[in-house]
């Protein structure tokens, strides 16, 4: 979900380099997990739309999501340049200038709305406005740089999108879309706490206060253990709804299994000094394939119902 500097290359041809530029400012691994999410919510509404619009209705949150990243990552330039994980996004590198980034930010914010509101509803178009505003003003402008709380209060705006998908065709919030969001809002911790672990000198040397930087890493492993328990409770939840079986029970299962056995092994791998946690980094890796596979196993389980 993040680019490293031996992920991101970029073209000598100056046009396509800032077309690349334009696409990395969207923070496209992010938008994927997005757009997901999202059309899961969609696909488990119980009603259907057109095909073309749910096209439309998922472009639409592609280019919020990616108004968010580029707005962030305008204003993040001050500390993304000096993080290993994140200088060699468009910005740092003089690829996309600031001002082109904050317009390109404003300017897909404004489209994904007016997209939104168009094939969809208000409710819909309501909520895509809410979740670009608290990840740019709550997230960006207040949490990140003052509490070490921001991933737990900021990921809500990640959480939102399949309930956003469910809305686009039913325009009423119930029981399934909000476990949806449950499960993302309680993933998002132990996911980021992981990549902080592993990236505990960037993020000490630009001042963020993730966990590890304001209590300590021993304190944070902890804190993933009892965020992922709260995870895999809520992670059968979707059960008690009549669109989901016991193929999802038996999936996410087997994901539980992997995903607390990959938390207490970094629990308990030892610190070296000044050299990354690669335990972090696998079990940040490993919250992604879990969420992506729980709500694949959520997909198959009601496309095997219906």
């Known amino acids: 979900m993040n680019n490293s500097p031996s992920e991101v290359r970029y073209s000598e041809n100056s046009f396509v380099k800032k077309l690349q530029g334009y696409f ?10 997005v757009i997901f999410t999202a059309f899961v919510g969609m696909i488990l509404a119980p009603e259907t739309i057109s095909p073309i619009n749910y096209f439309y209705v998922l472009l639409s949150i592609s280019l919020g999501a990616g108004s968010s990243a580029a707005i962030n990552m305008w204003f993040d330039e001050d500390i993304d340049k000096s993080m290993e994980r994140t200088k060699t996004r468009p910005i740092p590198l003089g690829i996309i200038s600031k001002t082109e980034a904050l317009f390109f930010g404003f300017f897909t914010g404004i489209i994904s709305l007016l997209i939104m509101y168009y094939v969809s509803n208000t409710l819909a178009t309501s909520l895509l406005l809410f979740t670009i505003l608290f990840y740019i003003v709550i997230y960006t402008f207040w949490l990140k740089r003052s509490t070490s709380l921001n991933i737990v209060i900021g990921g809500a705006a990640g959480a939102i999108p399949p309930i956003i998908g469910w809305v686009t065709i039913v325009p009423e919030i119930n029981y399934l879309p909000i476990m949806m969001f449950m499960i993302i809002f309680f993933w998002t911790p132990p996911h980021f706490w992981a990549l902080s672990v592993y990236r505990f000198n960037d993020y000490e040397k630009v001042k963020v206060p993730m966990l590890p930087n304001v209590k300590s890493i021993a304190d944070t492993k902890n804190q ?4 992922t328990i709260i995870l895999i409770l809520l992670s059968y939840t979707p059960l008690y709804s009549n669109l989901i079986g016991y193929l999802y029970f038996m999936i996410v299962t087997v994901l539980n299994f992997v995903l607390i056995r990959s938390a207490f092994k970094l629990k308990n791998s030892e610190e070296v000094k000044g050299v990354p946690n690669k335990e972090g980094l696998r079990f940040f890796a490993l919250t992604i394939f879990y969420l992506f596979s729980l709500f694949s196993a959520l997909l198959i389980d009601n496309l095997i119902l219906l």
């Open 24 to 33: 990395y400012l969207m923070k496209p691994r992010v938008m994927i997990l």
């Open 224 to 227: 993933i253990i009892y965020y």
